[in-house]
């Protein structure tokens, strides 16, 4: 008696993950507020393993190719605001560039790999950029005291405490370990920001 329970049990688990993983979608978003609202341009059903975003990074064109039943179509970068994963990232775009949605605690911050060549004799390194936008609708900037100063308010007390903080534009970069947040975000939302 209690096997048949727990086998049935077992069973509504495994049916709600199932309901779960079907009725998630990836896909591209037009604009900030159909991000904001769920409203995907072109979606694809997670469930479904036919479909699937292609970013085209490695020659840099300007279109993101969705294929979806077979089809594919191409949307351009800068006419689209991003795109998820069915596993959630988020990617967004700069001059062509796609960039990963890392935090959006506060401050939106994305990261992109780079490699760098630094002479032909020490080879090359993988760098990590980070950006970030003021929030999801604003324009994407290098993540910078000079561009964080431009994008909020005038604050001479707050500059002063985050330059003291954060003693680098590198600073800016470190995470909380507990909760994975970036630790400028942690700061300015203890500021109200």
Known sequence: MKTNKLKIIIAAIFAVIGLNASAQKCGV???YEDYSNGKMEVF???ANKDGKIKPNDFFKT???T???NGEKIDLKKDEIFGYQLCNGDFFRFLNNNRLTLVDKS???IFSKEVVVSHSPFT???KVTNYYFSKDGSREIKSLTFSNLKD???DNKVLFSEMELLFSSNSALHARNQS???FKINSFLNSKGL
Do not use: M
Request: negative net charge.
């Open 66 to 68: 969705v294929i979806k």
């Open 29 to 31: 978003y037009k604009t």
């Open 123 to 125: 080879g090359t390194e």
């Open 179 to 181: 909760t994975g947040s």
């Open 106 to 108: 506060g401050l939106w």
């Open 44 to 46: 694809i059903d997670c």
């Open 151 to 153: 994008a909020l308010p």
């Open 62 to 64: 300007d279109y993101v």
